[in-house]
């Protein structure tokens, strides 16, 4: 006998389900084998704590007197729709009902800002990537008709350049702060 048959059967040896040919086979397969043996030790010990473990529970008397008045009382009645809504409302439940009725409406709040905010910075820097794309045509325009970009440097009037970082004229300058 191998390993894996004994321990398949190590529960019925402890409940005593097997024939005596096939107990005297696996006693010899232990007698031989520590760790079969070990398994049926531990199955056993585990059995017997069980075993002085288990015992019957009563009900008190108090808790049939309660199943038996339900029985008699009959099935229970839902609530109508009315008495329903009404009972949502009613002290126990409308304060949790007017927490989450207030948090629902600050977070709405709150999520309006951040999306009014994310809102005007996006249309901002749209402003920006026009006013950029206005300049790079003219200063293709400008090369164009010139030939070479260091002309264009010297062709190039400041006041028209948004994007000269000194305050050199009416200060309309979009990247100081």
Known sequence: ???????ENLSALLDRELSEAERSELEKHMA???ICCEQF???????DLVSRGLFVLEPSPA???GVRARIVEGPRQAPGLFEGIASVFSGATLRPALAAAALTIIVVIASAAIVSLYHDRIGGDQDL???FYSFIEARDQLEEEHGSSDRISELADE???PFVTEDRHDGSNPFKS
């Open 1 to 7: 006998m191998n390993c894996q048959a004994c321990q």
């Open 32 to 34: 031989g084998c520590a």
């Open 41 to 47: 030790r531990q199955l056993a010990r585990t059995s």
């Open 63 to 65: 808790l049939w007197a």
């Open 129 to 131: 990537q026009r006013l």
């Open 159 to 161: 006041k028209q350049n």
